[in-house]
């Protein structure tokens, strides 16, 4: 990786008149305006489909897209559906924020009359699609219609025992009962794909590049729990035996209790990690740089007992370290991988990092504590580092200011000669474009100088959160050239914007 930036937005996050961002108008005008600022990525969320909650981290597939983001006017000019059909619907009068229920109330009505118009005529597309996705795409569809059979309930919830343990010969009885159902989730992940390799091609013509982040654990009520749960630790009834979290800290003496499944690292290593590379293989589709979320839970884990209402009663547990990052080196050679290394700094995570060859991570927010000197501040730096003002898991910027204490604001201010006429955000993007970082990523919220009311996840929250988008008309031409200025001076440039100013 050159010495370049990134933006971070979430696609969810886009304009649009239909209640939530898309890979349509909006995704190459973002494209568009990352070029005009001399930016080289665009750093994503996870796409998965969503689940309850609405957070990207709790997806019902590790490999399929999320169908919110499947555009809808493009869908019209293939002749899909009609103009009358779309804006019939009332998608919300909050451009500001996504109304995940209303979306889910009508998207997928619609999507069901594209698949009626659309399947004969893409067949042959799809009969391919469908043998380049055969590792998890039958076992995806027929969960999500099984799903719908079983009113949208976990899988650990279904009355069929058989089904629910994945028997074969349910399979093939429910395969054959919910065959329109089936197909209808086979050609979403057709629609996605389509539009999302369109936009890819699009922005590797224009110099930007995609980070995509990967979740280190899987949803419970997910296809790949359901279809493949010999690679987690369950019981005979397919129930959790522990399940995943974090130990109780500074910020929360109960610990954060995530419940996902832990994997049988010893059951995956027997066949060289199969899962692991599949699922990273999946990912290649999408993105151009991978950043494993929760890095340090591969060097040792929190298992918390299944049934807990809080984390204190967890234990550490040995993860499979280098032995899993050194088979996913050995496949993926051309692609580069981001350790999220944030938390629980022991000498043998950091040792994972060193061995492992990756960048971790420093967050500015993090940096300036006035009484205690921290790893985060830019002169502690080393180049194989990704800096970033902060993640979609911390405040943006201008509410961070708002937020911390006065004492460390002032060390800041001094640390890095802020002032209100460069404006304080800017100032503190200023410091971190100007590291040694390799990468330096920064979210959209930041440049626009929103604050309170922006924020894209409150950890430990369970409402309002993967809801904040942009408005129309906010990614302006002058928005641009300031980011691209200072995007040149500190060398970050986007290669092709480079070569053309050089020009």
Not at 202 to 218: L, R, S, T
Not at 407 to 434: H, N, T, V
Not at 470 to 479: C, K, R, S, V
Request: net charge negative; charged share 25%.
């Amino acid at each position: 990786m050159e010495r370049s930036s990134a933006i971070l937005l979430a696609v969810s996050s886009l304009p649009s008149p239909y209640g939530i961002g898309t890979l349509g108008k909006a995704a190459y005008e973002f494209v568009d305006f990352l070029k005009a600022a001399g930016q080289s990525y665009w750093q994503l969320l996870p796409m998965g489909p969503t689940s309850y909650g609405d957070s990207p981290y709790q997806s019902f597939s590790t490999f399929a897209g999320n169908p919110y983001y499947i555009d809808l006017d493009m869908l019209i000019g293939e002749g899909l559906l009609s103009e009358d059909e779309v804006c019939s619907v009332d998608w919300g009068d909050d451009p500001r924020h996504v109304d995940y229920g209303r979306i889910y109330s009508h998207r997928f009505d619609l999507l069901k009359k594209a698949k009626e118009r659309g399947w004969n005529r893409d067949k042959a597309e799809i009969g391919q699609f469908v043998a380049e996705n055969k590792n998890w795409l039958p076992d995806y569809a027929l969960f999500m219609a099984l799903k719908r059979h079983f009113c949208m309930r976990s899988w650990t919830e279904w009355e069929d025992e058989d089904i629910r343990l994945h028997k074969e010969e349910a399979v093939r009885k429910y395969s054959a009962l919910l065959g329109d159902e089936i197909d209808l989730f086979i050609y979403i992940q057709f629609l996605f794909f389509k539009q999302w390799n369109h936009l890819k091609v699009y922005a590797h013509e224009n110099g930007v590049k995609f980070i995509g982040d990967v979740p280190i654990y899987v949803a419970l009520d997910s296809s790949d729990v359901w279809a493949g749960s010999e690679n987690f630790q369950l019981n005979r009834e397919r129930i959790p035996i522990e399940v995943a979290g974090v130990p109780p800290d500074y910020f929360s003496e109960d610990g954060q209790l995530w419940g996902n499944p832990l994997y049988d690292y010893e059951h995956m290593e027997k066949d060289g990690f199969r899962w692991w590379v599949n699922r990273i293989a999946g990912y290649t589709k999408l993105y151009d740089v991978i950043r494993i979320d929760h890095f340090r839970g591969l060097e040792s884990y929190w298992a918390v007992p299944f049934g807990d209402t809080t984390a204190k009663h967890g234990r550490w547990v040995k993860g499979p370290d280098m032995k899993l990052i050194g088979k996913l080196k050995e496949a993926f050679k051309d692609i580069e991988f981001i350790a999220e290394d944030l938390g629980y700094p022991t000498p043998e995570v950091e040792k994972m990092l060193k061995d492992s060859g990756f960048p971790g991570m420093k967050v500015l927010e993090f940096a300036f504590d006035a009484h205690n000197p921290s790893d985060y501040l830019p002169h502690r730096y080393i180049v194989n580092c990704i800096c970033y003002t902060g993640t979609h898991d911390n405040p943006p910027l201008a509410l961070w200011r708002e937020e911390t204490g006065s004492d460390d604001l002032e060390f800041a201010k001094k640390y890095l000669g802020l002032s209100d006429e460069e404006g304080l955000d800017f100032g503190i993007i200023r410091g971190g474009m100007s590291s040694v970082a390799k990468l330096f990523v920064a979210q959209m919220q930041d440049y626009l100088g929103l604050g309170k009311g922006h924020r894209m996840n409150c950890p430990g929250t369970q409402t309002g959160n993967w809801t904040w988008r942009l408005l129309p008309g906010e990614l302006t031409p002058a928005l641009a050239e300031k980011i691209h200025e200072m995007t040149r001076i500190y060398g970050r440039m986007n290669i092709q914007e480079e070569t053309l100013c050089q020009k």
